[in-house]
């Protein structure tokens, strides 16, 4: 868990200087960064800058609950709503009426969630779950993600109105390696810390440990760098602190195909790749004769299957958008199938041969 | 965790002892303290665990001031300094 924000780098004053102006506002901020990064640390320091200090600050991890049961926990429910309501229960938003509500891994929310909050963003007012009374809220709303919500919004899976909504102050937090001035002091703190907890007494840094952390990438950011050094700290037996190079070497590689092994990667990487460039040269066509694909990439089969676990490893992305494609495929299958009986001069690579 | 004030006057002067977690809102209680507290003021620091910016930033300020600060975390020490080397 964090507690405080160390460090004094250059890009984490921006941020702090940012801070300072938004936090005395009731605007409404998106803290943007990767995982590990303090997004809500910086939520809090606005919260406490805030004239809502005093009120209650109330987090919710949208991705920790499952989607039916988001709405209820926003907005609370009314006794009966649903199976299991035996009594009123107040939502997130009236918890925090006064205060500050913090929606952390915002990007994660359902759609129809999405729908619930952007009325909420833009009315202050919603009903609980299976009620029908209005209710008017005063609470400050910070979101944080550590999703491109762009992008989500291009893909389709995150309402571009509520992007809107939500980013209309956005602070990016800094990665770790940005802030590679921070590295000695936070060092020096969670050593402290952990040691204090261990009841050990560590007097030391060890020179070549500091340089290895600075020159590693931490793709943890500080929770990594937290995680490293407790364990660390649990198997010093001196005043010294080191750790272990093998630590810091990357367990995964940055695309998804990496939880694989190094070589099953590759090979994954290239049958992609083969495929892809088959679908380009047969203009997206799965099916009809066998001049284009090779054997293994035929319709209905491999490379469809192939298709769809690049779809759910979230890699689809980097492929071309076929999906349009293969709808007008089909319907010009069925007609190859079973012309009309007016003649139609057929495409390349739909004719049956 | 909040922060501690614990303060100890003899004839040497006033010790202020801070224990705990030290942030911007405490600031002020510690400025009172510090003022009430006469000429020679000692900050102990053994058991402040945790400061932030604003803290780091107030220490500085007091050591430029010509109060001393003693068994201060070396983490904390070396914000102090990087903190007044961008001042300066």
């Known amino acids: ?353 | 965790m909040t922060l501690r004030i614990e303060s100890v006057s003899d004839e040497h002067g006033t010790t202020i002892r801070l224990i705990g977690r030290m942030q911007a809102q405490h600031l002020e209680e510690l400025k009172a303290q510090i003022g009430a507290s006469g000429a020679r003021v000692v900050l102990d620091l053994e058991e402040l665990s945790l400061v932030d910016i604003d803290a780091v930033r107030f220490l500085g300020t007091c050591q430029a001031g010509g109060i001393s600060i003693v068994q201060c975390p070396s983490y904390i020490k070396d914000w102090i300094a990087k903190e007044r080397g961008r001042d300066t």
């Open chain 1, 1 to 353: 868990m964090f507690e405080e924000i160390v460090g004094s780098s250059a890009p984490l004053r921006r941020v702090l200087a940012q801070v300072e102006k938004v936090a005395p506002t009731v605007s409404t901020v998106l803290i943007l960064g990767e995982t590990g990064t303090g997004k809500e640390l910086i939520a809090r320091a606005i919260h406490s800058r805030s004239s809502a200090q005093a009120r209650a600050f109330i987090r919710v991890n949208c991705a920790a609950i499952p989607p039916p049961l988001v709405a209820s926990e926003l907005f609370g429910h009314e006794r009966g709503a649903f199976t299991g309501a035996l009594q009123r229960r107040l939502g997130r938003f009236e918890s925090a009426d006064g205060g500050t509500l913090f929606l952390d891994e915002v990007g994660e929310l359902p759609p129809e969630a999405q729908v619930a909050l952007l009325r909420v963003l833009q009315d202050r007012e919603f009903e609980r779950v299976g009620g029908s009374h209005t209710i008017s809220v005063d609470v400050r709303v910070l979101a944080a993600t550590n999703r491109d919500l762009g992008a989500a919004v291009a893909e389709g899976t995150f309402r571009q109105d509520l992007f809107y909504r939500l980013n209309v102050f956005p602070l990016r937090m800094p990665a770790l390696r940005e802030r590679g001035d921070d590295i000695p002091i936070l060092v020096k703190y969670l050593v402290n810390r952990y040691a204090e907890r261990a009841g050990k007494s560590i007097r030391h840094i060890n020179k070549r440990t500091l340089d290895l952390f600075q020159a590693y990438d931490w793709p943890g950011n500080v929770r990594e760098l937290q995680n490293v050094i407790e364990r660390a700290v649990i198997l010093c037996d001196g005043e010294t602190f080191a750790v272990d190079d093998t630590w810091l070497t990357p367990l995964v590689a940055p695309h998804s195909v990496a939880t694989r092994s190094p070589l099953v990667a590759n090979l994954v990487e290239h049958e992609r790749e083969a495929i892809e460039h088959a679908l380009r040269e047969a203009e997206g066509v799965i099916g009809g004769p066998p001049v284009l694909l090779p054997s293994w990439a035929y319709p209905g089969k491999r490379s469809n299957r192939r298709s769809k676990s690049w779809e759910s490893s979230g890699t689809a992305s980097r492929r071309p958008d076929l999906s349009a494609r293969r709808a007008e495929i089909g319907a010009r299958s069925a007609w190859a199938r079973d012309p009309p009986e007016t003649p139609m001069v057929p495409r390349r690579g739909f004719s049956k041969r």
